[in-house]
Protein backbone atom coordinates (compact mmCIF):
# COMPACT_ATOMS: atom_id res chain seq x y z
CA UNK A 1 0.00 0.00 0.00
CA UNK A 2 1.31 3.34 -1.06
CA UNK A 3 2.17 5.27 1.98
CA UNK A 4 0.46 8.87 2.46
CA UNK A 5 2.23 11.73 1.33
CA UNK A 6 3.07 12.94 4.60
CA UNK A 7 4.99 9.71 5.61
CA UNK A 8 6.78 9.94 2.54
CA UNK A 9 10.08 11.20 1.73
CA UNK A 10 11.31 13.77 0.21
CA UNK A 11 13.00 12.26 -2.32
CA UNK A 12 10.26 9.99 -3.31
CA UNK A 13 7.80 13.13 -2.65
CA UNK A 14 9.80 15.04 -5.36
CA UNK A 15 10.34 11.85 -7.51
CA UNK A 16 6.17 11.53 -7.59
CA UNK A 17 5.68 15.01 -8.69
CA UNK A 18 8.25 14.79 -11.25
CA UNK A 19 5.95 12.04 -12.87
CA UNK A 20 2.81 14.52 -12.94
CA UNK A 21 1.39 14.33 -9.21
CA UNK A 22 1.22 18.01 -8.59
CA UNK A 23 0.45 17.23 -4.76
CA UNK A 24 3.83 15.94 -3.93
CA UNK A 25 5.36 19.23 -4.95
CA UNK A 26 2.01 20.80 -2.56
CA UNK A 27 3.47 18.43 0.50
CA UNK A 28 7.18 19.63 0.35
CA UNK A 29 6.09 22.90 -0.21
CA UNK A 30 3.85 22.57 3.17
CA UNK A 31 7.32 21.45 4.98
CA UNK A 32 9.67 23.81 3.55
CA UNK A 33 7.98 27.40 2.29
CA UNK A 34 7.15 28.60 5.45
CA UNK A 35 10.63 28.40 6.95
CA UNK A 36 12.15 29.07 3.70
CA UNK A 37 10.24 32.38 3.70
CA UNK A 38 11.70 32.77 7.22
CA UNK A 39 15.47 32.62 6.46
CA UNK A 40 14.72 34.75 3.43
CA UNK A 41 13.07 37.57 5.07
CA UNK A 42 16.44 37.08 7.49
CA UNK A 43 19.16 36.89 4.67
CA UNK A 44 17.27 39.82 2.54
CA UNK A 45 16.85 42.00 5.63
CA UNK A 46 13.43 41.65 6.15
CA UNK A 47 12.23 42.66 2.77
CA UNK A 48 9.41 40.95 2.11
CA UNK A 49 8.68 41.29 -1.45
CA UNK A 50 12.29 40.20 -2.46
CA UNK A 51 11.86 37.15 0.22
CA UNK A 52 8.99 36.17 -1.74
CA UNK A 53 10.06 36.34 -5.01
CA UNK A 54 13.40 34.35 -4.01
CA UNK A 55 11.45 31.52 -2.68
CA UNK A 56 9.00 31.54 -5.54
CA UNK A 57 11.65 31.55 -7.71
CA UNK A 58 13.16 28.69 -5.64
CA UNK A 59 10.10 26.42 -6.02
CA UNK A 60 10.54 27.62 -9.91
CA UNK A 61 13.92 26.03 -9.92
CA UNK A 62 12.92 23.12 -8.22
CA UNK A 63 10.17 22.35 -10.66
CA UNK A 64 12.37 23.03 -13.71
CA UNK A 65 14.70 21.38 -12.81
CA UNK A 66 13.93 18.74 -10.16
CA UNK A 67 15.15 16.05 -12.75
CA UNK A 68 18.42 16.95 -12.69
CA UNK A 69 18.37 15.77 -8.72
CA UNK A 70 21.11 13.07 -8.03
CA UNK A 71 20.72 12.55 -4.45
CA UNK A 72 23.94 13.27 -3.37
CA UNK A 73 22.76 15.36 -0.89
CA UNK A 74 19.33 15.27 1.07
CA UNK A 75 16.66 16.83 -0.93
CA UNK A 76 16.20 19.82 1.94
CA UNK A 77 19.61 20.49 1.39
CA UNK A 78 19.30 21.06 -2.09
CA UNK A 79 16.36 23.28 -2.07
CA UNK A 80 18.12 25.61 0.56
CA UNK A 81 20.94 25.78 -1.46
CA UNK A 82 18.55 26.86 -4.19
CA UNK A 83 16.90 29.37 -1.98
CA UNK A 84 20.31 30.83 -0.43
CA UNK A 85 21.88 31.17 -3.77
CA UNK A 86 18.28 33.38 -5.03
CA UNK A 87 18.36 35.29 -1.85
CA UNK A 88 22.29 36.20 -2.93
CA UNK A 89 21.22 36.78 -6.90
CA UNK A 90 18.64 39.02 -4.84
CA UNK A 91 20.76 40.95 -3.02
CA UNK A 92 22.82 41.83 -5.17
CA UNK A 93 20.40 42.54 -8.36
CA UNK A 94 19.33 45.30 -5.72
CA UNK A 95 22.38 45.94 -4.14
CA UNK A 96 22.86 49.50 -6.08
CA UNK A 97 19.23 50.71 -5.08
CA UNK A 98 19.76 49.80 -1.82
CA UNK A 99 23.14 51.36 -1.38
CA UNK A 100 21.27 54.90 -2.58
CA UNK A 101 18.94 54.72 -0.18
CA UNK A 102 20.82 53.12 2.79
CA UNK A 103 19.83 55.45 5.22
CA UNK A 104 15.94 56.04 4.60
CA UNK A 105 15.90 52.28 4.54
CA UNK A 106 17.99 51.10 7.67
CA UNK A 107 15.34 53.94 9.55
CA UNK A 108 11.82 52.06 7.97
CA UNK A 109 13.41 48.52 8.35
CA UNK A 110 13.97 49.30 12.08
CA UNK A 111 11.19 51.15 12.56
CA UNK A 112 9.30 48.35 11.45
CA UNK A 113 10.61 46.22 13.78
CA UNK A 114 10.84 48.14 16.67
CA UNK A 115 8.16 47.52 19.17
CA UNK A 116 5.56 50.02 20.29
CA UNK A 117 7.01 49.92 24.23
CA UNK A 118 10.60 50.75 22.65
CA UNK A 119 11.77 52.74 26.26
CA UNK A 120 12.17 49.28 27.74
CA UNK A 121 15.67 48.03 28.34
CA UNK A 122 15.73 44.94 27.06
CA UNK A 123 13.84 46.22 23.69
CA UNK A 124 16.79 48.59 23.43
CA UNK A 125 19.03 45.82 24.06
CA UNK A 126 17.13 43.83 21.51
CA UNK A 127 17.00 46.33 18.84
CA UNK A 128 20.98 47.15 19.40
CA UNK A 129 21.70 43.55 18.42
CA UNK A 130 19.15 43.48 15.34
CA UNK A 131 21.27 46.48 14.38
CA UNK A 132 24.57 44.76 15.00
CA UNK A 133 23.75 41.57 13.25
CA UNK A 134 22.58 44.01 10.47
CA UNK A 135 25.49 45.33 10.49
CA UNK A 136 27.73 42.75 9.98
CA UNK A 137 29.10 41.57 6.44
CA UNK A 138 26.92 39.01 4.33
CA UNK A 139 28.68 35.77 4.53
CA UNK A 140 29.13 36.20 8.13
CA UNK A 141 25.11 37.06 8.59
CA UNK A 142 24.23 34.37 6.33
CA UNK A 143 26.62 31.82 8.52
CA UNK A 144 24.73 33.31 11.74
CA UNK A 145 21.29 33.39 10.41
CA UNK A 146 21.40 30.05 9.11
CA UNK A 147 23.58 28.42 11.91
CA UNK A 148 20.07 29.48 14.38
CA UNK A 149 17.56 28.64 11.87
CA UNK A 150 14.68 26.31 13.18
CA UNK A 151 15.51 22.91 12.45
CA UNK A 152 18.64 23.66 10.83
CA UNK A 153 21.43 21.11 11.50
CA UNK A 154 25.16 22.76 11.06
CA UNK A 155 25.81 19.53 9.13
CA UNK A 156 22.67 20.83 6.65
CA UNK A 157 23.95 24.24 7.07
CA UNK A 158 27.46 23.01 5.84
CA UNK A 159 26.05 21.12 3.14
CA UNK A 160 23.79 24.05 2.18
CA UNK A 161 27.07 26.84 1.84
CA UNK A 162 29.01 24.02 0.07
CA UNK A 163 31.50 24.25 2.53
CA UNK A 164 32.78 21.75 5.14
CA UNK A 165 31.51 21.80 8.69
CA UNK A 166 35.47 22.75 10.24
CA UNK A 167 34.78 25.50 7.87
CA UNK A 168 31.23 26.77 8.91
CA UNK A 169 31.88 26.51 12.54
CA UNK A 170 35.09 28.61 12.47
CA UNK A 171 33.42 31.19 10.74
CA UNK A 172 30.20 31.01 12.80
CA UNK A 173 32.89 31.21 16.01
CA UNK A 174 34.48 34.30 14.14
CA UNK A 175 30.66 36.16 13.45
CA UNK A 176 29.81 35.66 16.96
CA UNK A 177 32.74 36.92 18.52
CA UNK A 178 32.51 39.56 16.05
CA UNK A 179 28.97 40.76 16.93
CA UNK A 180 29.92 40.58 20.56
CA UNK A 181 32.47 42.46 20.03
CA UNK A 182 30.53 45.00 18.07
CA UNK A 183 28.00 44.92 21.04
CA UNK A 184 30.41 45.42 23.39
CA UNK A 185 31.79 48.79 21.88
CA UNK A 186 28.18 49.89 21.06
CA UNK A 187 28.13 49.53 24.78
CA UNK A 188 30.91 51.04 25.71
CA UNK B 1 30.84 29.63 29.00
CA UNK B 2 27.03 31.08 27.53
CA UNK B 3 26.35 34.51 28.82
CA UNK B 4 22.92 35.92 28.69
CA UNK B 5 23.53 38.11 26.23
CA UNK B 6 24.53 34.83 23.82
CA UNK B 7 21.32 33.51 24.82
CA UNK B 8 19.67 36.63 23.69
CA UNK B 9 21.57 36.49 20.47
CA UNK B 10 20.82 33.04 19.49
CA UNK B 11 17.23 33.60 20.15
CA UNK B 12 17.17 37.05 17.86
CA UNK B 13 18.62 35.12 15.60
CA UNK B 14 15.73 32.60 15.39
CA UNK B 15 13.44 35.09 15.67
CA UNK B 16 14.96 36.93 12.14
CA UNK B 17 14.74 33.60 10.43
CA UNK B 18 11.70 31.92 11.95
CA UNK B 19 9.03 30.43 9.80
CA UNK B 20 6.67 32.80 8.24
CA UNK B 21 3.36 32.70 9.68
CA UNK B 22 1.32 33.54 6.38
CA UNK B 23 1.12 31.23 3.76
CA UNK B 24 1.65 32.40 0.93
CA UNK B 25 1.43 29.57 -1.38
CA UNK B 26 4.12 30.59 -3.43
CA UNK B 27 4.94 26.53 -4.71
CA UNK B 28 1.54 27.21 -6.61
CA UNK B 29 2.72 30.37 -8.30
CA UNK B 30 5.62 29.24 -9.06
CA UNK B 31 4.07 25.93 -11.02
CA UNK B 32 1.84 28.31 -12.36
CA UNK B 33 5.09 30.61 -13.60
CA UNK B 34 7.15 27.45 -14.62
CA UNK B 35 4.02 26.34 -16.80
CA UNK B 36 4.33 29.68 -18.66
CA UNK B 37 7.50 29.49 -18.75
CA UNK B 38 7.95 25.62 -19.72
CA UNK B 39 5.81 26.80 -23.27
CA UNK B 40 8.62 29.41 -23.74
CA UNK B 41 11.14 26.94 -23.10
CA UNK B 42 9.69 23.68 -24.25
CA UNK B 43 12.08 23.33 -27.08
CA UNK B 44 15.33 24.19 -24.57
CA UNK B 45 13.44 21.03 -22.01
CA UNK B 46 12.79 18.98 -24.55
CA UNK B 47 16.81 18.59 -25.79
CA UNK B 48 17.47 18.25 -22.00
CA UNK B 49 15.40 15.34 -21.51
CA UNK B 50 16.26 13.63 -25.20
CA UNK B 51 19.97 14.86 -24.13
CA UNK B 52 19.31 12.86 -20.84
CA UNK B 53 19.41 9.49 -23.19
CA UNK B 54 21.37 10.23 -25.60
CA UNK B 55 21.38 6.29 -27.25
CA UNK B 56 17.76 5.93 -26.71
CA UNK B 57 16.85 9.51 -27.95
CA UNK B 58 19.17 8.76 -31.14
CA UNK B 59 17.71 4.98 -31.47
CA UNK B 60 14.50 6.88 -31.53
CA UNK B 61 14.93 9.06 -34.15
CA UNK B 62 16.63 6.72 -36.26
CA UNK B 63 13.32 4.43 -36.17
CA UNK B 64 11.28 7.14 -36.89
CA UNK B 65 13.16 8.60 -39.55
CA UNK B 66 13.59 5.61 -41.42
CA UNK B 67 9.87 4.46 -40.61
CA UNK B 68 8.99 7.80 -42.37
CA UNK B 69 10.99 7.93 -45.07
CA UNK B 70 9.71 3.59 -45.69
CA UNK B 71 6.51 4.84 -45.78
CA UNK B 72 6.96 7.98 -48.14
CA UNK B 73 8.47 5.54 -50.41
CA UNK B 74 5.98 3.35 -50.25
CA UNK B 75 3.77 6.48 -50.70
CA UNK B 76 5.48 7.19 -54.18
CA UNK B 77 5.99 4.36 -55.67
CA UNK B 78 8.54 5.40 -58.10
CA UNK B 79 10.52 6.56 -55.51
CA UNK B 80 10.61 2.87 -54.10
CA UNK B 81 11.55 2.04 -57.50
CA UNK B 82 8.60 -0.30 -57.59
CA UNK B 83 5.90 -0.20 -60.26
CA UNK B 84 2.64 -0.08 -58.58
CA UNK B 85 0.84 -3.71 -58.97
CA UNK B 86 -1.44 -3.90 -61.53
CA UNK B 87 -5.01 -3.14 -60.51
CA UNK B 88 -8.35 -3.86 -61.66
CA UNK B 89 -8.40 -0.01 -63.74
CA UNK B 90 -5.18 -1.02 -64.62
CA UNK B 91 -5.85 -4.37 -66.18
CA UNK B 92 -8.88 -3.22 -67.75
CA UNK B 93 -7.12 -0.11 -68.99
CA UNK B 94 -4.87 -2.91 -70.61
CA UNK B 95 -7.10 -5.08 -72.42
CA UNK B 96 -8.79 -1.68 -73.59
CA UNK B 97 -5.93 -1.27 -75.58
CA UNK B 98 -6.58 -4.62 -77.72
CA UNK B 99 -5.41 -4.64 -81.66
CA UNK B 100 -7.14 -6.19 -84.35
CA UNK B 101 -4.68 -7.65 -86.73
CA UNK B 102 -4.84 -9.82 -89.72
CA UNK B 103 -4.91 -12.84 -87.47
CA UNK B 104 -6.80 -11.79 -85.03
CA UNK B 105 -6.94 -9.44 -82.11
CA UNK B 106 -3.99 -10.08 -79.44
CA UNK B 107 -3.27 -8.53 -76.10
CA UNK B 108 -0.33 -8.44 -73.52
CA UNK B 109 -0.95 -10.07 -70.27
CA UNK B 110 2.44 -8.53 -68.99
CA UNK B 111 2.14 -7.31 -65.61
CA UNK B 112 -0.81 -8.82 -64.27
CA UNK B 113 -0.96 -10.49 -60.62
CA UNK B 114 -2.73 -11.99 -58.23
CA UNK B 115 -6.65 -13.45 -59.54
CA UNK B 116 -7.62 -10.21 -61.60
CA UNK B 117 -10.80 -11.01 -63.35
CA UNK B 118 -10.39 -9.83 -66.79
CA UNK B 119 -13.36 -9.14 -69.44
CA UNK B 120 -12.13 -9.02 -72.64
CA UNK B 121 -14.21 -7.60 -75.69
CA UNK B 122 -13.34 -7.65 -79.43
CA UNK B 123 -15.07 -7.21 -82.36
CA UNK B 124 -14.06 -10.99 -82.95
CA UNK B 125 -15.60 -12.32 -80.12
CA UNK B 126 -18.37 -11.68 -77.70
CA UNK B 127 -16.45 -11.60 -74.75
CA UNK B 128 -13.87 -13.91 -72.65
CA UNK B 129 -13.93 -13.98 -69.01
CA UNK B 130 -10.32 -14.46 -67.77
CA UNK B 131 -8.82 -15.63 -64.84
CA UNK B 132 -4.98 -14.99 -64.89
CA UNK B 133 -3.12 -15.67 -62.31
CA UNK B 134 0.23 -14.47 -62.25
CA UNK B 135 1.88 -16.59 -59.71
CA UNK B 136 3.84 -19.64 -60.79
CA UNK B 137 1.77 -22.73 -60.46
CA UNK B 138 -1.40 -21.46 -60.52
CA UNK B 139 -4.13 -22.38 -62.19
CA UNK B 140 -6.75 -20.18 -64.80
CA UNK B 141 -9.77 -21.10 -66.87
CA UNK B 142 -10.75 -19.15 -70.10
CA UNK B 143 -14.49 -19.55 -70.80
CA UNK B 144 -15.41 -18.50 -74.40
CA UNK B 145 -19.53 -18.14 -74.97
CA UNK B 146 -18.77 -17.27 -78.60
CA UNK B 147 -19.99 -20.48 -80.70
CA UNK B 148 -17.17 -20.34 -82.66
CA UNK B 149 -13.87 -22.12 -82.26
CA UNK B 150 -11.06 -20.26 -80.63
CA UNK B 151 -7.64 -20.48 -80.44
CA UNK B 152 -5.55 -19.45 -77.90
CA UNK B 153 -1.96 -18.96 -77.92
CA UNK B 154 0.71 -18.41 -75.28
CA UNK B 155 4.35 -18.98 -76.14
CA UNK B 156 4.79 -19.99 -72.47
CA UNK B 157 1.92 -23.05 -72.22
CA UNK B 158 1.76 -23.68 -75.82
CA UNK B 159 -1.15 -23.67 -77.92
CA UNK B 160 -4.81 -24.64 -77.03
CA UNK B 161 -8.61 -23.90 -78.09
CA UNK B 162 -11.69 -23.50 -76.88
CA UNK B 163 -14.46 -24.56 -78.44
CA UNK B 164 -18.03 -23.68 -78.55
CA UNK B 165 -19.02 -22.49 -74.81
CA UNK B 166 -16.47 -25.07 -73.71
CA UNK B 167 -14.09 -24.14 -70.27
CA UNK B 168 -10.63 -25.08 -70.91
CA UNK B 169 -8.12 -24.99 -67.74
CA UNK B 170 -4.79 -24.54 -68.70
CA UNK B 171 -1.94 -23.62 -66.30
CA UNK B 172 1.01 -21.14 -66.99
CA UNK B 173 4.17 -23.08 -66.04
CA UNK B 174 5.95 -20.20 -66.21
CA UNK B 175 5.56 -17.03 -64.14
CA UNK B 176 3.01 -15.69 -66.51
CA UNK B 177 4.26 -12.04 -65.99
CA UNK B 178 5.15 -10.44 -69.37
CA UNK B 179 3.88 -13.55 -71.10
CA UNK B 180 2.21 -12.49 -74.27
CA UNK B 181 -1.32 -14.15 -75.03
CA UNK B 182 -2.86 -13.75 -78.44
CA UNK B 183 -6.26 -15.12 -79.34
CA UNK B 184 -6.52 -15.90 -83.10
CA UNK B 185 -9.71 -15.26 -84.73
CA UNK B 186 -12.15 -18.82 -85.67
CA UNK B 187 -11.16 -18.16 -89.27
CA UNK B 188 -7.41 -18.54 -88.33
CA UNK B 189 -7.64 -21.10 -86.82
CA UNK B 190 -9.54 -23.38 -89.05
CA UNK B 191 -7.47 -22.66 -91.78
CA UNK B 192 -4.33 -23.14 -89.69
CA UNK B 193 -6.17 -26.53 -88.24
CA UNK B 194 -6.80 -27.35 -91.85
CA UNK B 195 -3.96 -26.66 -93.15
CA UNK B 196 -1.50 -28.59 -91.09
CA UNK B 197 -3.39 -31.78 -89.41
CA UNK B 198 -2.81 -34.57 -92.08
CA UNK B 199 -0.93 -36.37 -89.65
CA UNK B 200 -2.39 -36.05 -86.73
CA UNK B 201 -4.20 -38.59 -84.51
CA UNK B 202 -7.64 -38.28 -83.92
CA UNK B 203 -7.61 -38.48 -80.43
CA UNK B 204 -6.97 -35.31 -79.57
CA UNK B 205 -9.38 -32.31 -78.75
CA UNK B 206 -8.22 -30.59 -82.55
CA UNK B 207 -9.21 -33.55 -83.82
CA UNK B 208 -11.98 -33.37 -82.64
CA UNK B 209 -13.14 -30.66 -83.27
CA UNK B 210 -12.02 -30.95 -87.20
CA UNK B 211 -13.74 -34.40 -86.87
CA UNK B 212 -16.82 -32.78 -86.21
CA UNK B 213 -17.36 -30.74 -88.80
CA UNK B 214 -14.87 -27.92 -89.22
CA UNK B 215 -12.46 -30.50 -91.68
CA UNK B 216 -15.62 -30.45 -94.03
CA UNK B 217 -14.70 -27.14 -94.94
CA UNK B 218 -11.68 -27.39 -95.14
CA UNK B 219 -9.58 -27.27 -99.05
CA UNK B 220 -8.44 -30.55 -100.20
CA UNK B 221 -5.47 -32.15 -97.72
CA UNK B 222 -3.70 -33.28 -100.60
CA UNK B 223 -2.11 -29.55 -100.40
CA UNK B 224 -0.24 -30.69 -97.62
CA UNK B 225 1.59 -33.36 -99.49
CA UNK B 226 2.50 -31.00 -102.13
CA UNK B 227 5.51 -29.47 -100.63
CA UNK B 228 3.56 -27.56 -97.97
CA UNK B 229 6.02 -26.13 -94.98
CA UNK B 230 4.40 -26.60 -91.64
CA UNK B 231 5.19 -25.23 -88.38
CA UNK B 232 3.81 -27.43 -85.53
CA UNK B 233 3.21 -26.76 -82.03
CA UNK B 234 1.35 -29.81 -79.56
CA UNK B 235 0.38 -29.40 -76.13
CA UNK B 236 -0.57 -32.25 -74.22
CA UNK B 237 -1.22 -32.27 -70.58
CA UNK B 238 -1.29 -35.66 -68.61
CA UNK B 239 -2.28 -36.85 -65.58
CA UNK B 240 -0.18 -39.55 -63.55
CA UNK B 241 0.53 -40.48 -59.98
CA UNK B 242 3.88 -40.90 -60.84
CA UNK B 243 4.73 -37.31 -62.29
CA UNK B 244 8.80 -38.03 -61.33
CA UNK B 245 8.54 -40.79 -63.42
CA UNK B 246 6.63 -39.77 -66.33
CA UNK B 247 8.87 -37.04 -66.80
CA UNK B 248 11.81 -38.93 -67.13
CA UNK B 249 10.51 -41.28 -69.37
CA UNK B 250 9.52 -38.49 -71.87
CA UNK B 251 13.60 -37.28 -71.79
CA UNK B 252 13.77 -40.66 -72.97
CA UNK B 253 11.31 -40.92 -75.90
CA UNK B 254 13.65 -38.50 -77.96
CA UNK B 255 16.09 -39.56 -80.58
CA UNK B 256 19.24 -38.01 -81.10
CA UNK B 257 19.80 -39.14 -84.17
CA UNK B 258 17.41 -37.11 -85.95
CA UNK B 259 18.35 -33.87 -83.55
CA UNK B 260 15.76 -34.14 -81.54
CA UNK B 261 16.22 -32.14 -77.86
CA UNK B 262 14.38 -31.02 -75.08
CA UNK B 263 14.13 -27.15 -75.29
CA UNK B 264 13.35 -26.96 -71.61
CA UNK B 265 11.92 -29.21 -68.80
CA UNK B 266 11.29 -28.34 -65.13
CA UNK B 267 9.71 -29.90 -62.09
CA UNK B 268 7.98 -28.59 -59.12
CA UNK B 269 6.00 -28.92 -56.10
CA UNK B 270 5.57 -32.20 -53.87
CA UNK B 271 3.01 -34.78 -53.77
CA UNK B 272 -0.10 -34.30 -55.29
CA UNK B 273 0.75 -30.61 -56.32
CA UNK B 274 3.81 -32.31 -57.97
CA UNK B 275 3.88 -30.39 -61.93
CA UNK B 276 6.75 -31.44 -64.38
CA UNK B 277 6.78 -29.68 -67.84
CA UNK B 278 8.89 -29.94 -70.92
CA UNK B 279 9.27 -28.42 -74.21
CA UNK B 280 10.38 -30.68 -76.44
CA UNK B 281 11.66 -30.34 -79.94
CA UNK B 282 10.90 -33.59 -82.22
CA UNK B 283 11.41 -34.74 -85.94
CA UNK B 284 8.51 -33.07 -87.78
CA UNK B 285 7.81 -36.69 -88.96
CA UNK B 286 7.88 -38.65 -85.97
CA UNK B 287 5.34 -35.80 -84.27
CA UNK B 288 2.35 -38.40 -84.16
CA UNK B 289 4.82 -41.19 -82.97
CA UNK B 290 6.04 -39.08 -80.00
CA UNK B 291 2.53 -38.04 -78.56
CA UNK B 292 1.38 -41.73 -79.18
CA UNK B 293 4.14 -42.83 -76.84
CA UNK B 294 3.25 -39.74 -74.33
CA UNK B 295 -0.32 -40.20 -74.11
CA UNK B 296 0.45 -43.84 -72.81
CA UNK B 297 2.54 -42.01 -70.24
CA UNK B 298 -0.83 -41.19 -68.43
CA UNK B 299 -4.42 -39.90 -68.43
CA UNK B 300 -4.66 -37.71 -71.34
CA UNK B 301 -6.56 -34.50 -69.61
CA UNK B 302 -6.17 -32.13 -72.34
CA UNK B 303 -4.30 -31.54 -75.87
CA UNK B 304 -4.36 -30.26 -78.54
CA UNK B 305 -2.42 -28.81 -82.08
CA UNK B 306 -1.21 -25.93 -84.47
CA UNK B 307 0.32 -25.84 -87.35
CA UNK B 308 1.34 -22.38 -89.06
CA UNK B 309 1.52 -22.67 -92.44
CA UNK B 310 4.98 -21.01 -93.61
CA UNK B 311 5.22 -22.68 -97.41
CA UNK B 312 3.59 -18.71 -98.87
CA UNK B 313 6.26 -17.07 -96.20
CA UNK B 314 9.33 -20.16 -97.71
CA UNK B 315 8.17 -19.74 -101.31
CA UNK B 316 8.06 -15.66 -100.73
CA UNK B 317 11.68 -15.97 -99.27
CA UNK B 318 12.93 -18.67 -102.30
CA UNK B 319 11.52 -16.02 -104.83
CA UNK B 320 12.98 -12.78 -103.31
CA UNK B 321 16.45 -14.94 -102.63
CA UNK B 322 17.01 -15.77 -106.39
CA UNK B 323 15.62 -12.64 -107.35
CA UNK B 324 18.51 -10.66 -105.09
CA UNK B 325 21.00 -13.57 -106.37
CA UNK B 326 20.25 -12.79 -109.94
CA UNK B 327 20.58 -8.64 -109.37
CA UNK B 328 24.21 -9.69 -107.43
CA UNK B 329 25.16 -11.68 -110.89
CA UNK B 330 23.94 -8.88 -113.11
CA UNK B 331 26.21 -6.37 -110.65
CA UNK B 332 29.09 -8.35 -110.64
CA UNK B 333 28.85 -8.59 -114.53
CA UNK B 334 28.62 -4.77 -114.76
CA UNK B 335 31.49 -4.19 -112.61
CA UNK B 336 33.21 -6.71 -114.79
CA UNK B 337 32.67 -5.44 -117.80
CA UNK B 338 32.59 -1.54 -116.53
CA UNK B 339 35.96 -1.77 -115.16
CA UNK B 340 37.39 1.85 -116.44
CA UNK B 341 33.93 3.29 -115.72
CA UNK B 342 34.69 6.29 -113.06
CA UNK B 343 35.45 5.57 -109.47
CA UNK B 344 32.14 6.63 -108.14
CA UNK B 345 30.15 4.65 -110.13
CA UNK B 346 32.24 1.57 -109.05
CA UNK B 347 32.19 2.58 -105.54
CA UNK B 348 28.47 2.76 -105.95
CA UNK B 349 28.08 -0.32 -107.86
CA UNK B 350 30.08 -2.22 -104.70
CA UNK B 351 27.57 -0.65 -102.13
CA UNK B 352 24.20 -2.17 -104.01
CA UNK B 353 26.59 -5.39 -104.17
CA UNK B 354 27.48 -4.99 -100.22
CA UNK B 355 23.53 -4.36 -99.62
CA UNK B 356 22.37 -6.77 -102.01
CA UNK B 357 24.97 -9.31 -100.30
CA UNK B 358 23.29 -8.31 -97.14
CA UNK B 359 19.85 -9.10 -98.14
CA UNK B 360 20.59 -12.46 -99.33
CA UNK B 361 22.45 -13.56 -95.87
CA UNK B 362 19.18 -12.40 -94.01
CA UNK B 363 16.98 -14.48 -95.96
CA UNK B 364 19.28 -17.06 -96.38
CA UNK B 365 19.25 -17.17 -92.72
CA UNK B 366 15.26 -16.95 -92.02
CA UNK B 367 14.61 -20.01 -94.72
CA UNK B 368 17.29 -21.99 -92.58
CA UNK B 369 15.40 -20.92 -89.68
CA UNK B 370 11.82 -22.38 -90.81
CA UNK B 371 13.18 -25.25 -92.45
CA UNK B 372 14.48 -26.18 -88.53
CA UNK B 373 11.20 -25.36 -87.09
CA UNK B 374 9.66 -26.76 -90.17
CA UNK B 375 11.67 -30.08 -88.83
CA UNK B 376 11.56 -29.71 -85.51
CA UNK B 377 7.38 -29.90 -84.11
CA UNK B 378 7.52 -28.57 -80.75
CA UNK B 379 5.87 -30.46 -77.84
CA UNK B 380 4.80 -28.87 -74.98
CA UNK B 381 4.25 -31.26 -72.43
CA UNK B 382 2.46 -30.97 -69.21
CA UNK B 383 2.54 -33.95 -66.45
CA UNK B 384 0.45 -32.97 -63.40
CA UNK B 385 -0.24 -35.70 -60.12
CA UNK B 386 -3.65 -34.34 -59.51
CA UNK B 387 -6.45 -32.65 -60.43
CA UNK B 388 -6.08 -28.65 -61.45
CA UNK B 389 -8.22 -26.42 -58.78
CA UNK B 390 -11.18 -25.37 -59.90
CA UNK B 391 -11.43 -21.92 -61.51
CA UNK B 392 -13.19 -19.94 -59.18
CA UNK B 393 -16.37 -18.28 -60.04
CA UNK B 394 -17.18 -14.94 -59.54
CA UNK B 395 -18.62 -13.97 -56.17
CA UNK B 396 -18.70 -11.51 -53.07
CA UNK B 397 -17.16 -13.65 -51.49
CA UNK B 398 -14.35 -14.64 -53.55
CA UNK B 399 -13.78 -10.54 -54.12
CA UNK B 400 -13.79 -10.58 -50.18
CA UNK B 401 -10.65 -13.67 -50.14
CA UNK B 402 -9.03 -12.18 -52.74
CA UNK B 403 -8.90 -8.55 -51.17
CA UNK B 404 -8.14 -9.93 -48.12
CA UNK B 405 -5.29 -12.20 -49.90
CA UNK B 406 -4.01 -9.33 -51.66
CA UNK B 407 -3.73 -7.14 -48.66
CA UNK B 408 -1.80 -10.17 -46.65
CA UNK B 409 0.57 -9.44 -49.30
CA UNK B 410 0.81 -6.02 -49.47
CA UNK B 411 0.85 -5.33 -46.13
CA UNK B 412 3.94 -8.37 -45.61
CA UNK B 413 5.31 -7.17 -48.62
CA UNK B 414 5.41 -3.63 -47.12
CA UNK B 415 6.55 -5.08 -43.50
CA UNK B 416 9.36 -6.11 -45.17
CA UNK B 417 10.35 -3.50 -47.39
CA UNK B 418 9.79 -1.00 -44.42
CA UNK B 419 12.49 -3.51 -42.33
CA UNK B 420 14.98 -3.58 -45.22
CA UNK B 421 14.12 0.63 -45.75
CA UNK B 422 14.86 1.04 -41.93
CA UNK B 423 17.98 -1.20 -41.94
CA UNK B 424 19.64 0.66 -45.27
CA UNK B 425 18.97 4.15 -43.58
CA UNK B 426 20.85 2.94 -40.43
CA UNK B 427 23.49 1.85 -42.04
CA UNK B 428 23.61 4.43 -44.80
CA UNK B 429 23.10 7.31 -42.29
CA UNK B 430 25.60 6.23 -39.76
CA UNK B 431 28.05 9.34 -40.07
CA UNK B 432 24.41 11.25 -39.81
CA UNK B 433 23.31 9.39 -36.59
CA UNK B 434 26.58 9.42 -35.00
CA UNK B 435 26.42 13.25 -35.21
CA UNK B 436 23.41 13.61 -33.56
CA UNK B 437 24.25 11.38 -30.61
CA UNK B 438 27.86 13.73 -30.15
CA UNK B 439 25.24 16.74 -30.12
CA UNK B 440 23.11 15.43 -28.28
CA UNK B 441 25.58 14.92 -25.71
CA UNK B 442 26.90 17.85 -25.89
CA UNK B 443 23.57 19.59 -25.49
CA UNK B 444 23.08 17.40 -21.91
CA UNK B 445 26.82 18.60 -20.62
CA UNK B 446 26.14 22.24 -21.39
CA UNK B 447 22.62 21.84 -19.94
CA UNK B 448 23.58 20.68 -16.65
CA UNK B 449 26.21 22.65 -15.89
CA UNK B 450 23.95 25.74 -16.59
CA UNK B 451 21.39 23.95 -14.08
CA UNK B 452 24.05 23.83 -11.43
CA UNK B 453 25.21 26.87 -11.91
Known amino acids: ?188 | MTTPIDNRIESILREMTAESKDKPRLWQVALRSASRKSTRNALQRSILKLANRPLATAASLIIATSVTIAAIAFAIPSLSGRSARATRAEVRAQVSSLTVDESGFRYDAGGLVGRDQLTLRSPLQPYYDTNVDGVSDLWGAIRSSDTTPTQFVCPSMGNFYADAKDEVAYKSDLRGLGEEMRIYSADAIRESLIANDENSDKTGPADRWLANGAASQAPARNDASAGRQVIRRATIELKTSDVRGAFLKVQQLLEVGHGEYIENSGIHGADDRMTANLTLRVAAIRLSDVLNQLRELGEVVNENMIGEDVTMRVVDIEARLRNERQVEAEVLQLLETRKDAPLEEILKLRQSLATIRTNIEQMTGQREQLARLVSLSTILVLIRAGDPPPAESPSLWNDFVNALSKAWRNGVGFLGAAVATIISVLIGGLVFWIAIIATLFAVRRRLRNKAQN
Open chain 1, 1 to 188: MEPRLGETSDEILLRRFLDGRKSALGELARRYEAPLLGLARGLLRHRDELARDAIQETWVRVIRFGHTFNGDAGLKTWIYRIAINQCRDLARLNQRHETANDDENKTESRASTTRPDNAAIESERDERIRAAIDDLDDAKREILLLCYHEGMTHSEAAAALEIPIGTLKSRLHAALNELRESLDREAL
